[in-house]
């Protein structure tokens, strides 16, 4: 079993959430099947309530996840001195319980890869170049599938919402310039977890956040840990399914959409006795595309909710704030005011 040392405070992992606490798993989670001909639909309408929905359906061999996530497993299984030489994060590359650079940690160890040809990241290649090409090979591989099931989802997306081209979306992902991320968590058990709960306390593997970029599809073994937060403010729980995909609208899909869809905040907690693996893939556009709503979206008369701004200046904001904040509402318009 992993072990990570213990946190100097522990008062940063145990929090009081700001949405209701509850223990309740979400059952009527939406369900789309690629297959369906439906499925554009089905997407717009989860994208509207929830910002939220599972995959299946979807094509990706069960054998091409299962090879990632025996290939990170060996990675997080080699002793920590190993995994320290892939870090500290810049922000790519291996991080233990600090998640970002102002003071938000986690129960929770990962790795991120950049992949964006553009950006070059030593620490990244150190962790390939240290662990064999099973891992790279199969990142790769996994990118690539989640790189095209994204692009598909994107457009029966746009198709739904009845906007054209079709591609209006997906060429943000496909752009060569796209800047995608893919980031690999593990969560090792937490023993203190029940008696955190008895104190009325969540032990958080990953703090409340909503995803910057434009789409995100997270798969992951099945350790339970994922929370949404519905709405009405009320944590839930998501079943884990380690065969299907889960997508979350990002906060660029929100201004693009001009706030049709809501980027949802989600959360992982920490589990007792069980490690959780997860693996997601960030969609995002190239640094320099401006974030604005899409003109065929707009109704007549209809005003941006927001300020026009580029990815990179949304990013760079990103990287200045912390998990919970709600990085938006700088780039909000104030009417009335």
Avoid at 276 to 302: Q, W
Wanted: charged residues 25%; contains cysteine.
């Amino acid at each position: 079993m992993v072990v990570l040392s213990k946190p100097t405070l522990n008062n940063f992992l145990l929090v009081k959430s700001s949405c209701k606490p509850t223990t309740t798993m979400l059952n009527g989670i939406p369900v789309v099947d690629l297959a369906d001909p439906d499925a554009k639909t089905l997407i717009v309408n989860a994208c509207k309530e929830f910002g939220f929905f599972k995959v299946i359906n979807h094509g990706v061999p069960l054998e091409l996840m299962s090879n990632l996530e025996n290939e990170s497993l060996r990675f997080f299984k080699k002793p920590q001195s190993e995994k320290d030489r892939a870090g500290p994060p810049d922000p790519f590359g291996y991080g233990s319980k600090r998640i970002g650079s102002n003071g938000d940690v986690g129960w929770v160890e990962y790795i991120l890869l950049n992949t964006n040809p553009d950006v070059v990241s030593n620490k990244s290649l150190s962790i390939f170049r240290e662990n064999r090409q099973n891992l790279r090979s199969a990142v790769e591989d996994y990118i690539d599938a989640m790189k095209k099931m994204c692009c598909l989802v994107l457009e029966l997306m746009s198709e739904g919402l009845g906007i054209e081209p079709k591609n209006v979306l997906s060429r943000l992902l496909k752009d060569e310039k796209s800047d995608s991320c893919f980031r690999i968590n593990h969560y090792p058990p937490y023993p203190e977890v029940q008696q955190a709960a008895l104190n009325g306390r969540n032990v958080v593997g990953f703090g409340e956040h909503t995803d910057p970029q434009v789409i995100s599809v997270l798969r992951s073994n099945s350790t339970s840990g994922l929370q949404i937060c519905l709405t009405d403010g009320t944590w839930v729980s998501v079943p884990p399914d380690h065969t299907s995909f889960f997508i979350n609208v990002g906060d660029t899909l929100q201004v693009l959409t001009n706030g049709r869809f809501k980027s949802v905040k989600h959360r992982v907690l920490a589990d007792t006795t069980k490690s959780r693996l997860s693996m997601i893939y960030f969609g995002g556009p190239p640094l320099s595309e401006k974030i604005v709503p899409l003109p065929s979206i707009m109704l007549k008369k209809e005003e941006s909710l927001y300020k026009e701004f580029t990815w990179y200046e949304y990013k760079k904001a990103m990287y200045n704030s912390r998990l919970a904040d709600y990085r938006l509402g700088p780039f909000e318009k104030s009417y009335g005011k």
